[in-house]
């Protein structure tokens, strides 16, 4: 089985700046991805940004140029810089990993519990 825990969110002001982390324990034998979610009150859940084990990354049209992902895909944590931040950026983040937890098992998706951001105006 494979944990997320996600660490650092909390209350900013617009203009701000925060770093979420996320860390995988467990045995994890591979991985595809590593990406950031997040969902705000009454939304869907969106992806914010990914990052792929080769070291590709994607981002949302409205995090573009604020916001960083990066990660270590030996010790399988990944961390999304946010800066720049706006009051719509207010949502609960959460980590995910599609990993594979032993040789010949499919990849699975896990999902951290959440991290709140707020962003004040």
């Known amino acids: 089985q494979v944990q997320l825990v996600e660490s650092g969110g909390g209350l900013v002001q617009a203009g701000g700046s925060l770093n979420v982390s996320c860390a995988a324990s467990g045995t994890i034998f591979d991985f595809n991805v590593m990406s950031w979610y997040r969902q705000a009150p009454g939304k869907q859940r969106d992806m914010v940004a990914t990052i792929a084990k080769n070291g590709a990354t994607f981002y949302d049209d409205s995090v573009k140029g604020r916001f960083t992902i990066s990660s270590d895909s030996v010790k399988h944590t990944v961390h999304l810089q946010m800066n720049t931040l706006k009051p719509e950026d207010t949502a609960v983040y959460f980590c995910?990993?599609?990993?594979?937890?032993?040789?010949?098992?499919?990849?699975?998706?896990?999902w951290g519990q959440g991290t709140q951001v707020t962003v004040s105006s």
């Open positions: 995910y990993i599609a990993a594979q937890t032993k040789i010949g098992d499919p990849m699975r998706i896990y």
